[in-house]
């Protein structure tokens, strides 16, 4: 897990989907597809009903590609396979691409959220 | 050791081994895993020396704090400018290494 530290999502969590140590043609510097959490989840309490906690726990997800030098790593981890075949090079080629893989990550890290796992992942970094 | 063998053993690294030079360099080497030693001047921030001591302990790389600020630590280095932080990737003849542990 890492935090992404500039741009748009500065402060937001994100899980390396693919690394590229060496770079490639079109981006000659160490860079990584990253799949973060663009939107957290709400606090939830006891004392809400049912489809207000539904609603306070949606996750609006990011898919990117991002430089090393604009990534803080951390200890944490989180395994997600789903994403890894969702989430590649290609999918940043095409708006509608972008979209679908999108959606993957949501219900994905939507699960996740749910099943009450990676908690440091779902809370938003005080800053 | 001391703060006299530190420099020795700096300047034996500088002259046979392969060592890089400065914040955003040492980031870099930790990043790649080539780094073997950091060495952090003594007037760095606090904040970017936990920062480094942070990617250190990821990379599992030691962390040398210099007593001594950034100035010395470029005289240090045989170099005529500043050196915040330095990172050793091959300590050649040196025996820097084999001291931390």
Known sequence: VVIILQGRYAGKKAVIVKNYDEGTKERPYPHAIVAGIERYPLKVSKSMNKT?????????????????????????????????????????QEPTQRAAAKKVV?????????????????TKLRF | SSGESINSRLALVMK????????????KTLRSGRAKLIIISGNTSPL???????????AKTSVHHYKGNN????????????????????????DILKNEN
């Open chain 1, 52 to 92: 207000k906690v539904a609603a306070r726990s949606h996750v609006k997800p990011f898919i990117k590609v991002v430089n090393y030098a604009h990534l803080m790593p951390t200890r944490y981890s989180l395994e997600l396979e789903e994403i890894k075949s969702a989430v590649q090079s290609e999918t940043f």
């Open chain 1, 106 to 122: 949501r219900s994905s890290l939507q699960k996740r959220y749910l099943a009450g796992k990676n908690k440091w992942f779902f």
């Open chain 2, 16 to 27: 046979s081994g392969k060592s890089s030079l400065g914040y955003k360099s040492s980031l």
């Open chain 2, 48 to 58: 970017r020396k936990s920062e480094i001591e942070y990617y250190a302990m990821l």
């Open chain 2, 71 to 94: 100035v010395d630590l470029g005289t240090a280095c045989g170099k005529y400018f500043r050196v915040g932080m330095l990172s050793v990737l091959d300590p050649g003849d040196s």
